[in-house]
Structures are given as structure tokens and as C-alpha cells.
Nanobody, 115 residues
């Protein structure tokens, strides 16, 4: 059974930074395509960033380009999302996900950016 557990969320002022972590257990982490999604109250869950199984290829939603960085540590089975220059509109629950068709999800971690 695959388990994804996020951490690192919290309250930060606009312009600040946070680093989210996603620990994967239960399967071979390095073979997964992994990513981050977010969901603000009253909205649908949206794509934030993704990273290939090797870590060599990354992709970002346009609002995150230049501010967020996705990375992974295959040895320790951890994926990260470094978020800089945070804005109030980044406030959301952030989820890590993985698998062939995003079939595995974490429980989410709340990120709140105050103005």
C-alpha cells in the first residue's frame, strides 16, 4: 500500500517562503511520476508542479514559474516543493500525488499567506 504524507504547511506573510515535503512509503518511489496540486476553498484542485521519475524533467503551472521549485530525493523517498515570493492567492491546501495516473494522494497540508 502506497502512502504519501505531506508536511511543511503553515502561515506566512506575503513575500515569504515555505518548503513542503512529501514522504512516500510502500512502493518504489523512484519509479513514480510525482507532483503537487492545490485546492483553495470553493475551487477545484489545480496542478502546481510535477517531476519525472528521474528528477530530470519538471513542469510548472504558469503562476508558479520562477517562484516554486519541485525536487525529489529518491534515496530517502521524499519530494519537496520550495515556495518563494508567496502571495495571498497561493493560500490553499497543497496535495502531493504520484503514480501512473495520479492514483496516489496525500492528505494535504494547509498553506496560508497573509497580506
Amino acid at each position: 500500500q502506497v502512502q504519501l504524507v505531506e508536511s511543511g504547511g503553515g502561515l506566512v506573510q506575503a513575500g515569504g517562503s515555505l518548503r513542503l515535503s512529501c514522504v512516500v512509503s510502500g512502493r518504489t518511489f523512484s519509479s513514480y511520476f510525482m507532483g503537487w496540486f492545490r485546492q483553495a476553498p470553493g475551487t477545484e484542485r489545480t496542478f502546481v508542479a510535477s517531476i519525472s521519475w528521474s528528477g530530470a524533467s519538471t513542469s510548472y503551472a504558469d503562476p508558479m514559474k520562477g517562484r516554486f521549485t519541485i525536487s525529489k530525493d529518491n534515496f530517502n523517498n521524499i519530494m519537496y516543493l520550495q515556495m518563494n515570493s508567496l502571495k495571498p492567492e497561493d493560500t490553499a491546501v497543497y496535495y502531493c500525488a504520484g503514480g501512473v495516473a495520479w492514483e496516489y494522494w496525500g492528505q494535504g497540508t494547509q498553506v496560508t499567506v497573509s497580506s
